[in-house]
């Protein structure tokens, strides 16, 4: 085979010498190839990109993201030094209206240094822009270990769908792992070696014929990382993702291009890949690393909560009747159930001894998948 011009080279010379590759090896490989990925190499956020997310919908969505991070610092009983930390930050533009929100509260910004994780070289120029004039330090890391020790407030708003997905298949009685292989000319998932039972939960292992069970264990890292620091230490992580709040069997890998759904296998590299969030599974991993964990909250609850209404009140009034519409708009984008309202939750886990931050003072039932 000539010298490789894409991702989809890689792999598929990859399967020729090492056999299938894993759908979590394909996820990483697609979303963080160092040469290739899809986040290495470009900003896929906006109209022109591929998906737009809630901080690139409205500035209110960061504004009450900073008041949710005050309040939380109060309720730390306002320590001089605080790691305010994003997750996966995109452009930046959730750090930046959250800290302008959060600049008028004497003392927040003397305490805090900002500490960004992100892998993208492109996404990390373009916080630097962004950030370039805000007061407090602003640091970069690569991920949530190398973050320093200390009183943390963490936000992450669609990082986690961005971590790899382990996949299994059930076929004739047995869970095998999935995975990826190329065949007649084209990528095809495939079923290789049998799992350890233990891997599958126990509701699930006499399941159909055919069933997907999906598992993150990079996700479970990144939660076992911060609660743990957040058992010993005062703070508190708050993530918002879709996904489900009942842990379950089925597929939710799915790969989008040009604001709309795509093949997750036919264009390595060039297709954003992302997998639902199981709410369920991380709160049980966060409380058996010892941090108290609240919500699920949907995202419409958490931001009516927050005062969306009033504070989209204000900003109508602010820019005149004639632009009112456009606030309008983003309100029922970020809140409306059949927007991005109730198919994005928000779950918050905190320091043991600190009470329930804000918002998540009264649970919601829900029930979905
Ligand atoms: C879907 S974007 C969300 C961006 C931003 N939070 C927003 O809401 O606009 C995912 C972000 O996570 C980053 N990311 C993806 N995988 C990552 C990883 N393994 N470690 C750190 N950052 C990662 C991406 O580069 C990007 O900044």
Redesign the pocket.
């Known amino acids: 085979m000539p010298s490789p011009e894409t991702l989809g080279d890689v792999l598929r010379a990859r399967i020729e010498k090492d056999g299938p590759i894993s759908v979590e090896d394909w996820m990483a490989a697609c979303?963080?190839d160092p040469q290739y990925g899809y986040?290495m190499t470009r900003d896929p956020?906006g109209r022109r990109g591929d998906?737009t997310?809630?901080?690139?919908i409205s500035q209110m969505f960061g504004e009450l993201l900073g008041f949710w991070a005050v309040v939380v610092w109060q309720q730390m009983h306002m320590p001089k030094r605080l790691n305010l930390v994003e997750?996966?930050?995109?452009?930046g533009?959730?750090m930046a209206d959250a800290l302008r929100a959060a600049a008028g509260v004497p003392g927040f910004l003397d305490a805090v240094q900002v500490h960004l994780?992100?892998?993208?070289p492109v996404?990390q120029s373009r916080q630097r822009e962004t950030l370039q004039s805000v007061r407090p330090t602003v640091m970069w890391h690569?991920?949530v270990d190398a973050l320093p020790d200390g009183p943390m407030i963490v936000l992450?708003?669609?990082?986690l769908?961005?971590?790899p997905v382990r996949q299994y298949v059930h076929q004739q009685g047995t869970w095998h792992h999935r995975a990826v292989t190329w065949a007649d000319g084209a990528f095809k998932f495939v079923a290789t070696g049998s799992a350890d039972p233990d891997r599958i939960p126990a509701p699930f292992r006499t399941a159909a014929e055919g069933a997907i069970y999906e598992d993150s264990p990079?996700v479970r890292a990144v939660t076992e990382n911060l609660a743990g620091r957040l058992s010993a230490e005062r703070g508190a992580a708050l993530f918002i993702d879709y996904g489900h709040t009942v842990g379950g069997l089925g597929e939710t890998l799915q790969a989008v291009s040009r604001h709309g759904y795509a093949n997750p296998l036919a264009a390595p590299g060039d297709v954003d890949l992302t997998a639902h969030v199981d709410f369920a599974a991380l709160k049980a991993c966060a409380r058996k690393a010892g941090a108290a964990v609240w919500g699920p909250l949907t995202q419409a609850a958490l931001f009516q909560r927050l005062g969306i209404d009033e504070r989209a009140a204000t900003l109508a009034a602010a820019i005149g009747t004639e632009r009112a519409g456009e606030i309008s708009a983003q309100h029922q984008r970020l809140t409306a159930p059949d927007a991005m309202g109730h198919l994005f939750k928000a779950l918050a886990i905190t320091h043991p001894g600190q009470p329930a931050p804000p918002s998540f003072e009264t649970p919601i039932p829900m029930r979905d998948r």
Do not use: Q
Not at 156 to 159: G, H, K, P, R, S
């Open positions: 979303l963080g986040y956020l998906f997310t809630a901080p690139e997750l996966g930050p995109g452009r533009t959730l994780v992100e892998t993208s996404l690569a991920d992450a708003n669609e990082f769908d961005a971590l990079a």
